[in-house]
Nanobody
Framework: QVKLVESGGGSVQAGGSLRLSCAVS????????MAWFRQLPGQEREGVAY?????????WYPGSMKGRFTISQEADKSAIYLQMSGLRPEDTGTYYC?????????????????????WGQGTQVTVSS
């Protein structure tokens, strides 16, 4: 069983930065992808950054998320991070990390194609104007 624990959320002013962490523990088995999702008030959960955790970690971002968010991982795969910069009030929400599996032929270049079944409890990010 996998346990994911997020930390690093908080309150920041617009234009500021935050670094979220997600600690991974337990038996990860064949899981090969991780991601950061967020749920903004009144909206569905959306993926903001993904990483194929093998081969040293290969990041991937949805087109709408490129530029302000950077995903990275520890070399031993014990944690992933989300560096967020240029934060805006509309980034306010709950941020979750997730872990999943997909065929390597798919997720190596697009880890968003994995099935994410393991989730953390979330960490709140609040950006004030």
């Amino acid at each position: 069983q996998v346990k994911l624990v997020e930390s690093g959320g908080g309150s920041v002013q617009a234009g500021g930065s935050l670094r979220l962490s997600c600690a991974v523990s337990g038996q990860t088995g064949s899981r090969n992808s991780m991601a950061w999702f967020r749920q903004l008030p009144g909206q569905e959960r959306e993926g903001v950054a993904y990483i194929y955790i093998n081969e040293g970690g290969i990041p991937w971002y949805p087109g709408s998320m490129k530029g302000r968010f950077t995903i990275s991982q520890e070399a031993d795969k014990s944690a992933i991070y989300l560096q967020m910069s240029g934060l805006r009030p509309e980034d306010t929400g709950t941020y979750y990390c997730a872990m999943g599996y997909g065929p390597s032929s798919v997720v190596r270049t697009r880890p968003a194609g994995a099935r994410f079944n393991d989730w953390g409890q979330g960490t709140q990010v609040t950006v004030s104007s």
